[in-house]
C-alpha cells in the first residue's frame, strides 16, 4: 500500500471519530482515546518528512554526509528524540498542577466546623485523602442508608449522576448550605453513564461546585 493511500486512510480515521463524537451534546475526554494510534502515526511521519527536509537542506548548502557514517539515520533520531523533549519538558507545569484544591478546601472545612460527627459523601474519593491528612475525627460515610443519620452532607456533580440523588435532594432541603466551593477539576468520571445522565448533567447549575450541608440528624446512629 502507497503511504499516500494510507496517510489519507490515517486522516479519514481521526476525522470521522472526532466529528462524531464533536457533535454529540455532550461528551467526555476518554472518547478520543481511538485517535491516539492515528495522530502518533501521523505525527511520526511528519517528524521524518521535516528530517528529511532538513537532511536535503544540508545538502542543497554543500554539506555532504558519509555514507558509511549514515548521518541520515541519527539526525531524524536526533531530531525525533529533541521534538519529545521539548514536548515533555513544556507539559510539566501544566501536568503539576494542584487540580484537587476545591476538596481540599473543603476537608479544611469539614476539619474546623464538625469535629467528630457522621459525614455522608457523594462525591469523589479524593475528599477522603485530605480529610485523613487533616486528621478529621468525623466519621465519612458513602452508604446512602447512613444518610439520615449523618451531620453533614458533602456532594459534588457525581451525586447529580448517582440514583440515590432524589433521596439526598430530600434530606439536603431540610439542612442548611454552609459552603459552596469552586470545583474546577476536569469532568473525567462522566463515562460510566448513559446519555439521560450526561443530560441531566448539563442540566445542574452547581456541577462545577462542591456543596456542604448541615443540619441535625433524623435517625440516630446505631450502637456499634
Known amino acids: 500500500m502507497k503511504r499516500k493511500t494510507i496517510t489519507v486512510m490515517l486522516v479519514i480515521w481521526v476525522g470521522v471519530i472526532f466529528i462524531f463524537f464533536s457533535s454529540l451534546p455532550n461528551t467526555w475526554p476518554r472518547v478520543l482515546l481511538p485517535l491516539i494510534v492515528p495522530l502518533a502515526i501521523l505525527t511520526s511521519q511528519g517528524i521524518l518528512s521535516t ?67 457522621v459525614i455522608y459523601y457523594n462525591c469523589q474519593p479524593v475528599l477522603l485523602v485530605y480529610t485523613n491528612s487533616f486528621g478529621l475525627a468525623s466519621q ?30 430530600a434530606r439536603i432541603s431540610r439542612m442548611t448550605l454552609a459552603a459552596r466551593i469552586s470545583n474546577d477539576i476536569p469532568i473525567n468520571m462522566l463515562d460510566s453513564t448513559n446519555f439521560s445522565g450526561l443530560r441531566l448533567f448539563k442540566a445542574d447549575p452547581d456541577r462545577m461546585t462542591i456543596r456542604i450541608y448541615l443540619g441535625s440528624p433524623t435517625s440516630r446512629t446505631p450502637a456499634s
Open 51 to 117: 528530517a528529511t527536509c532538513i537532511i536535503r537542506l544540508a545538502h542543497a548548502f554543500g554539506f555532504r554526509i558519509h555514507r558509511k557514517i549514515r548521518l541520515n539515520i541519527i539526525i531524524k533520531v536526533c531530531f525525533v528524540i529533541l521534538v519529545v523533549l521539548v514536548q515533555l519538558y513544556t507539559s510539566i507545569p501544566g501536568a503539576i498542577t494542584n487540580v484537587h484544591s476545591g476538596y481540599r478546601e473543603a476537608a479544611e472545612f469539614l476539619a474546623a466546623t464538625i469535629p467528630n460527627r
Open 140 to 169: 465519612m460515610v458513602g452508604d446512602i442508608g447512613l444518610l439520615n443519620q449523618s451531620s453533614a452532607v458533602v456532594i459534588d456533580f457525581i451525586a447529580t449522576l448517582s440514583p440515590d440523588y432524589p433521596k439526598i435532594q
